[in-house]
T-cell receptor, first 117, second 117 residues
Framework: DTGVSQDPRHKITKRGQNVTFRCDPI?????LYWYRQTLGQGPEFLTY????????KSRLLSDRFSAERPKGSFSTLEIQRTEQGDSAMYLC?????FGTGGGNTIYFGEGSWLTVV | AQKVTQAQTEISVVEKEDVTLDCVYE???????LFWYKQPPSGELVFLIR??????QNEISGRYSWNFQKSTSSFNFTITASQVVDSAVYFC??????????????FGQGTILTVHP
């Protein structure tokens, strides 16, 4: 399977605990994105990377959230001191750089469901 | 600011009926891309189509067709002869194709399509 993969697919955690999600993009894609989706809503942009550089962060990304993409390959999204409001699906996506042939399509993974109890 | 509106929250049809999902967008940008994604119960966002703002040509792919009208800022999606497997949530999305905001897809609220046998 050469699509975007995310791990874990499901995570249940107690309030106050830290959680980390991992995303492996499509191998030749230099752009990687994180989105969050709550029930009944469309996905909302959190942040994106071009190679290892984090180029944009949404206001939704509070200080408890941190994303990294070491060496421009896989990425991790960590949520510290989780709150019940963090319960959502966290979607990772990847693409080639815009402007390159076929690079304008953003492909999503299956998402990581987080439930904070 | 960009905005995508999918006025139909839920649509229910019987198999073999044709169904059109509406999408209206707002943007001040002249260069942008529009997308449709399908989200089955598994959660993955499946890419269906990308259209850039300079290409108003309609497109047909099997039972799927898309009608892009810049004059009315609409990008509607029609499924012909619907099937039960078409049941999913469908999202319309918009992205600015200039500057640095390449990662920020703006999604609509989604339309839940249920196709009954």
């Amino acid at each position: 399977d050469t699509g975007v993969s995310q791990d874990p697919r499901h995570k249940i955690t107690k309030r106050g605990q830290n959680v980390t999600f991992r995303c492996d993009p499509i191998s030749e894609h230099n752009r990687l994105y994180w989105y969050r989706q709550t029930l009944g809503q469309g996905p909302e942009f959190l942040t994106y990377f071009q190679n290892e550089a984090q180029l944009e962060k949404s206001r939704l990304l509070s200080d408890r959230f941190s994303a990294e993409r070491p060496k421009g390959s896989f990425s991790t999204l960590e949520i510290q001191r989780t709150e019940q409001g963090d319960s959502a699906m966290y979607l990772c996506a990847s693409s080639l750089g815009f402007g390159t042939g076929g690079g304008n399509t953003i492909y999503f993974g299956e998402g990581s469901w987080l439930t904070v109890v | 600011a960009q905005k995508v509106t999918q006025a139909q929250t839920e649509i229910s049809v019987v198999e073999k009926e044709d169904v059109t999902l509406d999408c209206v967008y707002e943007t001040r940008d002249t260069t942008y891309y529009l997308f449709w994604y399908k989200q089955p119960p598994s959660g993955e966002l499946v890419f269906l189509i990308r259209r850039n703002s300079f290409d108003e040509q309609n497109e047909i792919s099997g039972r799927y067709s898309w009608n892009f009208q810049k004059s009315t800022s609409s990008f509607n999606f029609t499924i012909t002869a619907s099937q039960v497997v078409d049941s999913a949530v469908y999202f319309c999305a918009l992205i600015y194709a200039g500057g640095t905001s390449y990662g920020k897809l703006t999604f609509g609220q989604g339309t839940i399509l249920t196709v009954h046998p």
